[in-house]
């Protein structure tokens, strides 16, 4: 593209450039006028240092003049076009007196009231603001060191890891085994806290550091309640391993809540003469709950604590979407032959690797919160089939855009409809196989038994076509996070649905809150085994059907029906 000789470019109004604690190879940071952050090479901030010593509009080759060679005009309009894009900088053509202070662009504040509304989908509520009591906070938190408070971390952690291990088949019944109403809202409750303890966390971790979060309260992250610590002003924390700290801070907290859980499980265990009962249950569940998301939050591929720690370690701004286009420049030379740079450096190579990471973990992850939500899901009728079909359409649409932004990425590199055409069969290709893929053919459902007979509960009518006599069920006992099969059955000759009357332990975890009974289909089981518990889950296996059909089936034709 043929560089706009006449462009003239400014700074937005509220933008801060700071310069890197590192002389040489240290990533400079930019302060937008909403308040967030973006990190830059080293170019691009000499780059925006130039911008800002300018107190009106300046054109590209005045640029050029000032930063000297390699730059050139087409290399410095190509950035701040992409600078205009993150808010950085405006076109110097809209300058006029009402929409410029000063002679910069005014940028759209974030906002520091209350209520707050983030692109695309988030609002966020401000409790109190953190930053008022930071002063106070700093020498209380900066008089115990961070390698004592570490150790603690750690120990604690280990400690209860080893304490699971140890109870691990008492574990594994209780997340297998239906809870009291008092230990699931107990749960839940804790939960809660130690989320909000996470986000307070990253806050006292940037106190003791030297800066000094903004906000603190709870927002809708996609319509799912959550809390958040705004922590931004993290990435003005001069050296590496202050900004790790404060992305870990996070996960070390629940790590610890994690193992204070397990140690006190054991002691109660111990007090009641080694039985469980629902405050080990309790304090079993939370310990496991907060292991696993310390898990999760470290995985690198999606933007939570993990991959903010790994990237103020190796300094590099804009790691995931590097690492998602070193993927896909190596997908467009295989599909359509379009040149990139011969992969061939190691640092090139783990890029590749991660963005693949990056592209497919998503996607997994919704895959697997599908397979533990599905029954509970299920169990709600029509609102939990929404739910599962848009997360089905949210997978189909995160694979579609990557093949559209492929195919734009190829016509803009002038490939032939030949070697096009080429690519988009071999993708299609590689989709039917993976929609050819055989899946075992079942239908997931609650089950009761009781003196008036046995019968499968059947979440949705479609479901019931699916199922014959002589067909094997699989009764297990439902938990908040697995299921454990306890005995087995088979489906009766008259196998047509029912009107009955089950308990809600027989859609959802709960052990004992059965009154009132929901009106339910029900078939009827040949038995019951005499080991089996009153109710809980059935799974009946008919064979195997393609992918495709399987989803098509099992999340969309409930829809409708």
């Given at each position: 593209?043929?560089?706009?000789?006449?462009?003239?470019?400014?700074?937005?109004?509220?933008?801060?450039?700071?310069?890197?604690?590192?002389?040489?190879?240290?990533?400079?940071?930019?302060?937008?006028?909403?308040?967030?952050?973006?990190?830059?090479?080293?170019?691009?901030?000499?780059?925006?240092?130039?911008?800002?010593?300018?107190?009106?509009?300046?054109?590209?080759?005045?640029?050029?003049?000032?930063?000297?060679?390699?730059?050139?005009?087409?290399?410095?309009?190509?950035?701040?076009?992409?600078?205009?894009?993150?808010?950085?900088?405006?076109?110097?053509?809209?300058?006029?007196?009402?929409?410029?202070?000063?002679?910069?662009?005014?940028?759209?504040?974030?906002?520091?009231?209350?209520?707050v509304f983030v692109p695309p989908l988030t609002v966020q509520f401000t409790v109190f603001r953190i930053d008022r009591l930071a002063g106070r906070l700093r020498p209380v938190l900066q008089a115990v060191p961070l390698g004592v408070l570490c150790?603690?971390?750690?120990?604690?952690?280990?400690?209860?890891?080893?304490?699971?291990?140890?109870?691990?088949?008492?574990?594994?019944?209780?997340?297998?085994?239906?809870?009291?109403?008092?230990?699931?809202?107990?749960?839940?409750?804790?939960?809660?806290?130690?989320?909000?303890?996470?986000?307070?966390?990253?806050?006292?971790?940037?106190?003791?550091?030297?800066?000094?979060?903004?906000?603190?309260?709870?927002?809708?992250?996609?319509?799912?309640?959550?809390?958040?610590?705004?922590?931004?002003d993290g990435w003005l924390l001069r050296r590496k391993r202050q900004r790790v700290t404060v992305a870990l801070a996070g996960v070390a907290t629940q790590a610890l809540i994690g193992g204070v859980c397990s140690i006190a499980a054991v002691f109660?265990?111990?007090?009641?003469?080694?039985?469980?009962?629902?405050?080990?249950?309790?304090?079993?569940?939370?310990?496991?709950?907060?292991?696993?998301?310390?898990?999760?939050?470290?995985?690198?591929?999606?933007?939570?604590?993990?991959?903010?720690?790994?990237?103020?370690?190796?300094?590099?701004?804009?790691?995931?979407?590097?690492?998602?286009?070193?993927?896909?420049?190596?997908?467009?030379?295989?599909?359509?032959?379009?040149?990139?740079?011969?992969?061939?450096?190691?640092?090139?190579?783990?890029?590749?690797?991660?963005?693949?990471?990056?592209?497919?973990?998503?996607?997994?992850?919704?895959?697997?919160?599908?397979?533990?939500?599905?029954?509970?899901?299920?169990?709600?009728?029509?609102?939990?089939?929404?739910?599962?079909?848009?997360?089905?359409?949210?997978?189909?649409?995160?694979?579609?855009?990557?093949?559209?932004?492929?195919?734009?990425?190829?016509?803009?590199?002038?490939?032939?409809?030949?070697r096009l055409s080429c690519g988009l069969v071999a993708i299609t290709i590689g989709a039917g196989a993976v929609a050819a893929i055989p899946v075992p053919s079942r239908v997931t459902g609650g089950y009761v038994c009781h003196d008036e007979g046995?019968?499968?509960?059947?979440?949705?009518?479609?479901?019931?076509?699916?199922?014959?006599?002589?067909?094997?069920?699989?009764?297990?006992?439902?938990?908040?996070?697995?299921?454990?099969?306890?005995?087995?059955?088979?489906?009766?000759?008259?196998?047509?649905?029912?009107?009955?009357?089950?308990?809600?332990?027989?859609?959802?975890?709960?052990?004992?809150?059965?009154?009132?009974?929901?009106?339910?289909?029900?078939?009827?089981?040949?038995?019951?085994?005499?080991?089996?518990?009153?109710?809980?889950?059935?799974?009946?296996?008919?064979?195997?059907?393609?992918?495709?059909?399987?989803?098509?089936?099992?999340?969309?034709?409930?829809?409708?029906?």
């Amino acid at each position: 593209m043929k560089p706009d000789e006449d462009a003239a470019f400014v700074i937005n109004d509220g933008v801060r450039v700071y310069e890197p604690a590192e002389k040489v190879g240290g990533c400079w940071t930019v302060k937008r006028g909403d308040g967030s952050y973006v990190r830059v090479g080293s170019d691009m901030g000499r780059l925006f240092v130039a911008l800002t010593s300018s107190s009106s509009a300046i054109s590209p080759s005045a640029l050029v003049s000032t930063l000297g060679p390699p730059w050139t005009v087409g290399d410095v309009t190509s950035a701040l076009n992409a600078a205009m894009r993150l808010d950085i900088v405006g076109n110097g053509r809209m300058c006029s007196s009402s929409a410029t202070k000063n002679g910069r662009l005014k940028t759209k504040k974030r906002g520091s009231g209350r209520v707050v509304f983030v692109p695309p989908l988030t609002v966020q509520f401000t409790v109190f603001r953190i930053d008022r009591l930071a002063g106070r906070l700093r020498p209380v938190l900066q008089a115990v060191p961070l390698g004592v408070l570490c150790y603690v971390v750690g120990i604690v952690s280990i400690i209860g890891v080893i304490m699971l291990a140890l109870r691990w088949t008492d574990v594994v019944v209780t997340l297998s085994e239906p809870v009291s109403l008092k230990v699931a809202l107990s749960v839940a409750f804790a939960s809660f806290a130690a989320i909000t303890l996470h986000e307070l966390g990253h806050g006292v971790a940037l106190i003791r550091e030297g800066e000094a979060p903004s906000r603190f309260g709870f927002m809708f992250f996609y319509l799912v309640p959550a809390m958040f610590c705004d922590v931004s002003d993290g990435w003005l924390l001069r050296r590496k391993r202050q900004r790790v700290t404060v992305a870990l801070a996070g996960v070390a907290t629940q790590a610890l809540i994690g193992g204070v859980c397990s140690i006190a499980a054991v002691f109660s265990m111990l007090t009641s003469a080694g039985e469980s009962n629902d405050v080990v249950i309790s304090l079993t569940l939370v310990s496991v709950s907060n292991y696993l998301a310390v898990i999760i939050n470290l995985v690198p591929l999606v933007k939570l604590d993990g991959y903010i720690a790994l990237m103020a370690h190796l300094d590099v701004p804009f790691l995931r979407q590097n690492a998602l286009d070193a993927t896909r420049t190596l997908a467009l030379w295989i599909l359509f032959g379009v040149r990139c740079p011969v992969i061939s450096a190691f640092q090139t190579q783990w890029m590749v690797w991660f963005g693949l990471g990056c592209a497919a973990f998503p996607i997994v992850l919704v895959a697997l919160g599908l397979g533990a939500w599905e029954s509970v899901l299920a169990g709600m009728g029509r609102p939990g089939h929404i739910i599962l079909a848009a997360a089905v359409v949210y997978i189909l649409w995160l694979f579609l855009r990557k093949v559209v932004s492929c195919v734009r990425e190829a016509k803009l590199q002038n490939v032939s409809w030949k070697r096009l055409s080429c690519g988009l069969v071999a993708i299609t290709i590689g989709a039917g196989a993976v929609a050819a893929i055989p899946v075992p053919s079942r239908v997931t459902g609650g089950y009761v038994c009781h003196d008036e007979g046995s019968y499968f509960i059947v979440f949705n009518s479609l479901d019931a076509g699916k199922i014959e006599g002589g067909d094997l069920v699989s009764l297990r006992s439902r938990g908040v996070l697995l299921t454990r099969e306890h005995g087995a059955t088979t489906v009766a000759s008259n196998h047509e649905p029912m009107p009955i009357e089950a308990p809600l332990s027989a859609y959802v975890p709960v052990s004992d809150f059965d009154t009132p009974e929901i009106p339910s289909n029900g078939i009827m089981l040949s038995n019951c085994p005499s080991d089996a518990k009153p109710t809980g889950q059935a799974v009946v296996q008919s064979g195997s059907v393609p992918l495709a059909m399987h989803i098509v089936r099992h999340y969309f034709f409930p829809l409708f029906h």
